[in-house]
Nanobody
């Protein structure tokens, strides 16, 4: 079975930083795109950042220049470095990955979510 486990959320003051991690485990052949989404109370889930297996990245306009997504393919792990955090970044952050268990079929997997709260 494939699992995505996130860590690194918490409470931080405005202007502070947090680093989220998400590790994939199980019977994994390979992983295509990995991404972070977030969902604030009363809002739809939105894409924050995505990284391809080759390292190409894309970001939501609201986080460009403040957040950095990266991955370690050997560890099947994706990271989200969040700097200059704002109260509007408060949300549950979810890891997402397109994982191939049996080549060539890729399926979408989600983590359980980790709470990020930006408040003074």
């Amino acid at each position: 079975q494939v699992r995505l486990v996130e860590s690194g959320g918490g409470l931080v003051q405005p202007g502070g930083s947090l680093r989220l991690s998400c590790a994939a485990s199980g019977s994994i052949f390979s992983i295509n795109d990995m991404a972070w989404y977030r969902q604030a109370p009363g809002k739809q889930r939105e894409l924050v950042a995505v990284i391809t297996s080759g390292g190409m990245t894309n970001y939501a306009d609201s986080v460009k220049g403040r957040f950095t997504i990266s991955r370690d393919n050997a560890l099947n792990t994706v990271y989200l470095q969040m700097n200059s955090l704002k109260p509007e970044d408060t949300a549950v952050y979810y890891c997402n990955a397109a994982i191939i268990v049996t080549f060539p079929y890729a399926y979408n997997y989600w983590g359980q979510g980790t709470q990020v709260t930006v408040s003074s």
